[in-house]
């Protein structure tokens, strides 16, 4: 059963397995974002350069807590041996052939970045804000590479990774391994697509949160819903771009493997744009012939505060989820796994909250149209709580080949709150 009351020593007796990534670092990702926004709120610092030092006030302090408290450049899982006294000039050729690779790589980005028009109109976001950050970073990028991969190459065990496959291929050098090949420009893939995006829409959410009329906050209480709201959703944004924008091994947050099956791909993408489905006029567009919460419940002062409370709720699990991951937020990848947080209730908090946030927000079974329109809404959100169940799934597929993610479903399977419930729900009999 859900209550059993031996649960408690259940867990005692069969202990969590360890997360790779502390609470202690998102919370001081999570105080130092809240503090810059205080700064830019009581100054009115509400433009996309203050959105940037958002994302800045977030990442440093995680830099900080993930080296100087959880030494994270220590782990063996970073593949680095800091003991290595190997000469510049022994790892010099590799240093040069994964340049190469490196460097193909952003250039094919580039390419992608410039010819798609997408990226320089605002239809889905502001995403020529997003390239014009990106083109000044690129020189600095391109320049301090070369420091950066001869001084790692020194350290590294196996310093012969995918970029080092890429530019052997490409300089005719040797033989290099497609495969290789192939997982280094799906990790570069998955971080040019969503690192664009996040970029794209870090401005006009922080924008919103701090130009908002305290007045209206502290006395509307739709207002101060929808103003909690947005805030959850800053803070997600800032620490997914602090995920896409650190993959870096000496913090231990590169990434192990991008998700190498397509249908993972394809549940991914069609939920982000240009791609996506669920968005106006898409295909799985749910909205038309509905009106949200605030307009069924706007007589019931009582209801409206309490569906206020539960969304904002539930936007601060989604939110949390994402502070959980710490530097190492990102779709379609495995960067370690996390056993903390809200993932020590559900594999899938993230999914969970988000999904029942839109049931409980649009109410789609009622309509401002016909029985019609209301079946027809019902029928295409259920349809897209399908696709994150089917993406929850890719994922696990892909994980599943971690034994480390093995021993965490199997323990979820057995102590995890959601997990339980259903399965109480389903007739099935928890796991021993």
Known sequence: MLHDPSLARAVATDPRPAS???????????????????????????????????????????????????????????????????SWRETLDISLTKLAGLWATWAGIALIYGTARFYWDRQWADYPFAMTMLGAAAPILFIGSIPYVIWLDRKLVAPKDGAWALGSWLMGTGESDPQMIFAHLRSWAVKAFFFAFMLAIVPPGFGNFIRADWQQVLHDPIALANWLITLMFVIDVAFATVGYALTMRPLDAHIRSANPHAEAWMAALICYPPFSLMANGGVLDYHPGTADWTHWYANQPVLLAITGAVLVGLTAIYAWATVAFGLRFSNLTHRGILTHGPYAWSRHPAYLSKNLFWWIATVPFLSTGSLVDAARATLLLAVVSGIYYWRARTEEKHLRADPDYQAYSDWMARNGPVPRFFGWVFGQKPAH
Not at 22 to 48: C, H, K, N, Q, Y
């Open 20 to 86: 790779a990534v502390s609470t202690g670092v998102g919370m001081a990702g999570l105080a130092g974002l809240l503090a810059w926004v205080v700064v830019a709120r009581w100054f009115g610092l509400d433009g996309p350069y203050s959105a940037l030092v958002n994302v800045a006030a977030c990442g440093l302090p995680m830099i900080l807590w993930s080296v100087c408290v959880d030494k994270v450049h220590r782990r063996p899982t970073t593949g680095i041996d800091w003991s290595r006294t190997t």
